[in-house]
């Protein structure tokens, strides 16, 4: 997810949103650790979006 997608976001919307990426992350991360997914780089990419979008939550909640 692009910054500027995140940027349009409520502070509810990016709460869900935050949450539904959390626990495809978890997902994500299980399934690799029983058997290597195709792209790992998927891992890294999906931490870096729960981070812009808690990051945009914060400036939104001040």
Do not use: C, W, Y
């Amino acid at each position: 997810m692009k910054k500027a997608d995140i940027k349009n976001l409520s502070a509810g919307d990016l709460q869900a949103k935050l949450a539904e990426t959390k626990a495809d992350f978890n997902k994500l991360k299980l399934s690799h650790s029983v058997s290597p997914i195709e792209n790992p780089i998927q891992i890294r990419d999906m931490r870096r979006t729960i981070a812009r979008l808690e990051t945009e939550l914060t400036l939104k909640q001040q």
